[in-house]
């Protein structure tokens, strides 16, 4: 479960077009994207919605970690956070 839902989670981040991967490499249930908006910005937003975000990397990265106890819907709303937040 951790594979498909790690999986999952990338590409639902990469979707909304504000972060794309940093490494095309094969992983388990942590990856690395770069993000449009500062770090800082997008794991504020996830915080105020209750979420815990990644790890910042740098200014515009971050490495996530999506474990069996993550939940698709709480991925989705993730990443619909994710979709809305701006430069």
Known sequence: QCL?????AMDAFVKTGKMSRMYKDEFFHEFALSCEAPA???LAALDKAG???GLK???????????E???KKDIL???????????
């Open 57 to 67: 990397l740098s200014e515009n990265a971050i490495l996530w970690c999506v474990t």
């Open 77 to 87: 709303r993730a990443a619909a956070i994710i979709g809305r937040t701006g430069k």
């Open 51 to 53: 979420i815990l975000g």
């Open 69 to 71: 106890t993550v939940e």
């Open 4 to 8: 498909s839902k790690a999986h999952f």
């Open 40 to 42: 800082d910005v997008i």
